[in-house]
C-alpha cells in the first residue's frame, strides 16, 4: 500500500472500534500522541511551527537557569558524587536542559559528573535536542528506568500531562469507564455497560454523586513506580512541573489544544495535543510508598520566586535594558496567578534527608 493510500489516524482509530468496539480514553489518548507514525508526538514538528500550546522553558531562559541551580543544589547536599545521571523526560527542543546546563556547568565538578539521559518519544525533537545538548553527550534510553548504578536526578516539564488517563463516571449501581466508540459512523464517548464497584476506586472519591468523572492514569503511576525504585536504591530525586491538583478527587480535565485554542478530543486524533492535568496525590503516594519523600506541592510561582526569578530577571534587565520590557512579561507570565504562577504545580520527591530547595518558605 502506498504511503498516499494508507488509512489516516482517524481512520485507523474508527476501523479498531468497528473491529473491537469501543476503546478507552487511555486507548485512544494513546494512539492520538504517540501512534508509530501518526501520533501528535511523531509529526515533524510537535511543538514548533504549528504552536498548539507554549511551554515554560520556551517563554525564558530563566526557568531552565532555575532548574540548573535546583540540580546543582541537590548534587552538592548528595556529596558532590563524582559521577551522576541527570534524566530529563519529555526534553521537547531540549531548551530547558540547555539553560539549565549553562547555569549548572559553572558548579565546579559538576559538568565532568554529569551523565545525561534523555527520555523522549519523538525523532523530530530527540534531533533538536542532540543539536542544542550535544556538548553534553546525550543518551536517549529506551526504557525510562533504563539507569545507571549512579545517584539520579529526574526532571520533567508538562510530560506527565501527556500520559493517558482513563475515565470513570459515576452511575447509580457503581461507575462505569467512559469509552470512545462510534454513533452514526462518528466518534462519541459512551459508557461501558459494566459497572465497577465503587470499593475498586480510592477512598477518595467514595460517595460521589452521580454522573462525578473520575481520572487517572495508570501509566503515570507506573512512570513514577519505576522511577521511585530507582532513586530509592541509588539515592536522588526525582521534579516534575505540570498542570494538576493536590489531591485525588473527581473532575474531569482532559482536554485538547490546537493552534492555541481548546478542541473537541475526538474530532482530529493526530492533529491535537490531548493532555489531562496531573493527579500528584496519586503520584505522591507512589514515591513515598517506594520510601521516597514527597514534599508538599508547591505552585510554579511560589517555587521560582523561592528559587530566586525575581533577583535574576532584575540581573538580567540591568544587563540588557532594552530587553526589560520582555524580561518583565515573562516573569510575570511564568509566576503571575492568573497565568503559569499557580495553576502549574511543582512536585519532588526525593531520597529521605535531601532538602530540595525551592519547597519551603
Ligand atoms: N518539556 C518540554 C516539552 C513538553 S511537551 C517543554 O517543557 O518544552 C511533552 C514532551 O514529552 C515532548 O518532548 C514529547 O515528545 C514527550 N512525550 C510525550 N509522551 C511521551 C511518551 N509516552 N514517551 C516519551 N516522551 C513523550
Redesign the pocket.
Known sequence: MSESSAPSLPELIDMQIRANGPMSIASYMALC??HPHKGY?KQAD??GARGDFI????ISQIFGELIGFFCVNLWQQMGEPKSFTLLE?????G??MQDALRAASKAEGFGDALHLQL????EE?KAQQAIRLGQYYPYWPSEIDEVSDDPLIVVA???FD??PVRQFVKGTAGWHERLVGLKDGKRSFGLSPTAIPESALPAAVHGAAPGEVYEVSLAAADVMQRLSKAVGRLGGAILAMDYGYVLTRTGETLQALRRHAYADPLAAPGDADISAHVDFGALAAVATGAGLTAQPLATQGDFLRRLGIVERAEMLSAANPDEAGNIAAALDRLTGPGQMGELFKVFCAASPGLVPPGFSP
Open positions: 500522541l504517540t508526538y510537535p511543538l511551554t515554560a522553558p520556551e523526560l519529555g526534553p521537547g527542543r531548551t530547558l527520555f523522549e518519544t519523538s525533537l516539564n508538562e510530560f501527556a500520559l
